[in-house]
């Protein structure tokens, strides 16, 4: 009996240590899972848009953070073929081409937004012309006048600089030696502004900006799609053909392009404003009166479309219009051919290309 009973014992006491040793091997062998660690990843800060430029350059529309209250200096430039080509229009920022005496034009180039080395041929003034300078509280500077037209000037029709007081002294104006007079004055840009302070004048300005296109309009212009289109002077055709990889136009008289004499740069430009109004000749040297006030018929080429528009003077502005609301400039460049009215636009001949 007592051997049956020690048996008993042993047996339990060993089948304990066994269930405990065998509970043991289950808890090392399968440890308790545990949800898997991740290494948070720091998300860099996107970034920042870059600011809005804080001005905009009044005549082009482009914007800027330089300042923009430079006043702006319109020269007079010789378009007589012996003057061809020309310094410093593929800096202009506006354009204006009027025929003065006969058939041949001359051109006024308004410059803010950039001040090129040098300008010219720089040609006489002319009544119409220094009005423009004036309205558009420009700088006027030209070489020679009739005396009744300098008399005007000195009477206040304009702030001006006359080149014949100045004539090729080499620090506002020189004569090239490559060109025989008139077709070789040329305004120094960096003495234009001291000049003109020595006279007493302004050479700031707060000016409002011209209307223009802001980005994706220019994408959705509205008329006919002209690759080229000509008009005529003298016989000779200005023509202007639209470049599609850089979207301006190129501008030649005949076959000859509108480029800078030193460099060769090309005349680009963004706006073509051809417009009619009413020309005058009033006396037996040819000059003439032109109506820059009373508004008519005008068409903007722009970015390969033709728009008919009108033209108004808006406080001394040409601006083209449609049932009285300006329409916009795409911005940069502008060039402006005035025209007789006879016979006006209808004698702009135009290559029509794919919409």
Not at 184 to 211: M, Q, R, W
Not at 300 to 322: C, Y
Request: glycine share 6%; charged share 25%; aromatic share 10%.
């Amino acid at each position: 009996m007592r051997k049956q009973l020690l048996f008993l014992i042993f047996f339990f006491v060993a089948f304990s240590l066994l269930v405990a040793c065998s509970n043991d091997e289950e808890t090392t062998s399968e440890p308790e899972e545990t949800e898997p660690q991740t290494e948070e990843v720091e998300q860099e800060p996107e970034p920042e848009p870059e600011p809005e430029p804080a001005n905009v350059y009044p005549l082009t529309g482009e914007k800027t953070d330089d300042d923009v209250s430079n006043r702006i200096v319109s020269v007079m430039v010789n378009n007589h073929p012996k003057a061809r080509p020309q310094t410093g229009l593929s800096q202009a920022d506006m354009v204006f081409e009027i025929l003065a005496e006969g058939n041949i034009t001359r051109l006024m180039a308004m410059f803010q937004s950039e001040q090129p080395e040098k300008v010219g041929p720089v040609r006489s003034a002319r009544e119409y012309y220094f009005n423009l300078a004036n309205d558009y509280n420009g700088i006027y500077v030209y070489h020679g006048a009739a005396n009744f037209i300098e008399d005007m000037l000195k009477n206040g029709a304009a702030d001006h600089i006359n080149g014949a007081y100045y004539d090729n002294d080499k620090e506002l104006f020189e004569r090239s030696s490559t060109r025989v007079a008139p077709h070789n004055s040329y305004v120094l840009f960096d003495n234009v502004y001291p000049t003109a302070e020595e006279k007493g004048y302004e050479i700031e300005s707060d000016y409002e900006p011209f209307t223009f296109l802001q980005g994706e309009e220019t994408e959705a212009l509205e008329g006919e799609a002209v690759t080229e289109f000509s008009l005529s002077y003298d016989g000779t055709p200005v023509r202007y053909v639209y470049q599609e990889d850089s979207e301006k136009y190129q501008r030649f008289i005949g076959q000859e392009q509108t480029i800078e004499l030193d460099s060769e740069e090309e005349v680009l430009l963004d706006n073509v404003f051809v417009l009619e109004t009413a020309h005058q000749v009033i006396d037996d040297a040819g000059r003439r009166e032109i109506d820059f006030s009373s508004g008519g018929d005008a068409i903007l080429f722009q970015k390969g479309i033709a728009k008919r528009v009108q033209w108004e003077n808006v406080d001394g502005r040409i601006v083209p219009t449609e049932n009285g609301e300006q329409v916009p400039f795409v911005p940069g460049k502008t060039w402006i051919n005035v025209i007789p009215t006879s016979p006006g636009l209808d004698g702009l001949e135009m290559t029509s290309g794919a919409e």
